[in-house]
């Protein structure tokens, strides 16, 4: 945009157009996007660093990749995602300031439980109708999540689609992309039995299951706006507590003595526990986790009470608790505990990996494991006993 024009005179065209521009009678106001840019500008400029060039207006975000000269065989990682329908809680309560933190961390961790640090990210936003608050809200919540990242946000779109979307709906999406040494990439061909499988909490639903969220508040008839004695305050900021983003604790540990000692790492997303784990795991390798060693938070017993449904049937939906799993040494499992525990997050033991009972879990016949995920081959999980009361 250009970036000469103040808001005010912003304003004053967009009136101009709405009277004028045949675009904007049709229904798409090209003004609107240039004042929502303008009111997000400061908040995405804090994560411009020296390797962002230029400025604002250009066809493409611009990064100096030439400090990868630096690594011995760099790996570029990438990885796209949305919200989901986590998004028309937002729409509901009309409350859009953490949706962006939830895209954050639905593709900034993917990467980096790859071992690799983010880079930088770009967005889109499709609306039925641009609202340049309500996109700088949005765009607001991405930039302050991401800078602890150390990612930069370089570029992005907002697009109006009137007649497709309504003028209070939205989508968001982004790309993430980072780097990782190639000697440094963690997976399952790192893990051996015997090594140690630790969990890290969640801060809730995080981003999957919200279309099973939102049938049991409509079946119920429940309202997102109002306080929910159940729940402990308003139904629809409850159901928005952010997704964890866990990139800035995995860099630093990566970083540390024991950054060697963590083989692999599962962000617990769509699919649920069992298969997220499985996926990160050997074939001919196996887990099994007690439900007994945590305690699944409220918000995931509060629903699945409502609903009338067992929390084991809503381990392949919900993350109950979990936010990623590392398989770490047995050696130094203690110390990674620590130092996650150290940095306020909460770690525990959930088993250690043994060897699977057949040469290869791929072709087991058993129903009460889960046998990779993803399309991935992978280890053998099964969860085991009662959740905690």
Same mark, same amino acid.
């Given at each position: 945009?250009?970036?000469?024009?103040?808001?005010?005179?912003?304003?004053?065209? /967009?009136?101009? &157009?709405?009277?004028? &521009?045949?675009?904007?009678?049709?229904?798409?106001?090209? +003004?609107?996007?240039?004042?929502?840019?303008?009111? =997000?500008?400061?908040?995405?400029?804090?994560?411009?660093?020296?390797?962002?060039?230029?400025?604002?207006?250009?066809?493409? *975000?611009?990064?100096? $990749?030439?400090?990868?000269?630096?690594?011995?065989?760099?790996?570029?990682?990438?990885? @796209?995602?949305?919200? *989901?329908?986590?998004?028309?809680?937002?729409?509901?309560?009309?409350?859009?300031? +953490?949706?962006?933190?939830?895209?954050?961390?639905?593709?900034?961790?993917?990467?980096?439980?790859?071992?690799?640090?983010?880079?930088? =990210?770009?967005?889109?936003?499709?609306?039925?109708?641009?609202?340049?608050? /309500?996109?700088?809200?949005?765009?607001?919540?991405?930039?302050?999540?991401?800078?602890?990242?150390?990612?930069?946000?370089?570029?992005?779109? @907002?697009?109006?689609?009137?007649?497709?979307?309504?003028?209070?709906?939205?989508?968001?999406?982004?790309?993430? @992309?980072?780097?990782?040494?190639?000697?440094?990439?963690?997976?399952?061909?790192?893990?051996?039995?015997?090594?140690?499988?630790?969990?890290?909490?969640?801060?809730?639903?995080?981003?999957?299951?919200?279309?099973?969220?939102?049938?049991?508040?409509?079946?119920?008839?429940? &309202? %997102?706006?109002?306080?929910?004695?159940?729940?402990?305050?308003?139904?629809?900021?409850?159901?928005?507590?952010?997704?964890?983003?866990?990139?800035?604790?995995?860099?630093?540990?990566?970083?540390?003595?024991?950054?060697?000692?963590?083989?692999?790492?599962?962000?617990?997303?769509?699919?649920?526990?069992?298969? &997220?784990?499985?996926?990160?795991?050997?074939?001919? @390798?196996?887990?099994?986790?007690?439900?007994?060693?945590?305690?699944? !938070?409220?918000?995931?017993?509060?629903?699945?009470?409502?609903?009338?449904?067992?929390? !084991?049937?809503?381990?392949?939906?919900?993350?109950?608790?979990?936010?990623?799993?590392?398989?770490?040494?047995?050696?130094?499992?203690?110390?990674?505990?620590? /130092?996650?525990?150290?940095?306020?997050?909460?770690?525990?033991?959930?088993?250690?990996? $043994?060897?699977?009972?057949?040469?290869?879990?791929?072709?087991?016949?058993?129903?009460?494991?889960?046998?990779?995920?993803?399309?991935?081959?992978?280890?053998?999980? /099964?969860?085991?006993?009662? %959740?905690?009361?």
């Amino acid at each position: 945009m250009e970036s000469g024009y103040s808001l005010v005179s912003h304003i004053f065209i /967009r009136l101009l &157009n709405v009277s004028e &521009n045949p675009y904007a009678k049709a229904g798409v106001d090209t +003004t609107a996007g240039d004042i929502a840019v303008e009111l =997000m500008k400061a908040e995405v400029a804090k994560t411009h660093g020296a390797h962002v060039l230029g400025g604002y207006g250009g066809f493409a *975000g611009l990064y100096d $990749a030439g400090f990868l000269t630096g690594y011995r065989h760099p790996i570029l990682a990438t990885s @796209t995602d949305g919200v *989901g329908t986590k998004i028309a809680i937002a729409i509901a309560i009309d409350k859009h300031d +953490t949706i962006g933190q939830d895209l954050v961390g639905m593709t900034v961790d993917d990467i980096a439980v790859a071992g690799a640090k983010p880079l930088f =990210m770009t967005d889109y936003i499709a609306t039925g109708k641009v609202v340049p608050e /309500r996109i700088a809200e949005i765009v607001g919540g991405i930039a302050r999540a991401l800078a602890p990242t150390g990612a930069a946000l370089i570029g992005g779109e @907002t697009a109006e689609h009137p007649g497709l979307l309504g003028e209070d709906e939205y989508d968001i999406a982004a790309a993430v @992309t980072g780097v990782v040494e190639k000697e440094a990439i963690k997976g399952a061909h790192l893990v051996q039995p015997g090594n140690v499988v630790l969990a890290v909490a969640s801060s809730g639903l995080h981003s999957n299951g919200f279309s099973l969220v939102r049938k049991i508040v409509q079946d119920a008839g429940l &309202n %997102y706006r109002k306080h929910s004695d159940d729940f402990g305050g308003q139904l629809g900021e409850v159901l928005l507590e952010p997704t964890m983003i866990y990139s800035a604790l995995l860099n630093s540990l990566f970083d540390s003595e024991v950054g060697k000692s963590i083989h692999s790492i599962s962000h617990i997303t769509g699919g649920g526990i069992a298969a &997220n784990i499985a996926r990160i795991m050997p074939v001919g @390798t196996s887990l099994e986790i007690d439900r007994s060693l945590w305690q699944v !938070p409220d918000v995931f017993s509060t629903l699945a009470s409502i609903a009338g449904i067992p929390l !084991p049937a809503l381990e392949e939906t919900w993350n109950l608790g979990i936010g990623i799993a590392l398989i770490v040494d047995a050696e130094s499992a203690s110390e990674i505990s620590s /130092r996650i525990n150290a940095q306020g997050f909460t770690a525990w033991e959930l088993g250690k990996v $043994a060897r699977y009972k057949t040469a290869s879990a791929k072709y087991s016949q058993d129903t009460d494991w889960t046998i990779g995920g993803k399309g991935a081959d992978g280890g053998a999980v /099964r969860l085991i006993g009662a %959740y905690r009361d």
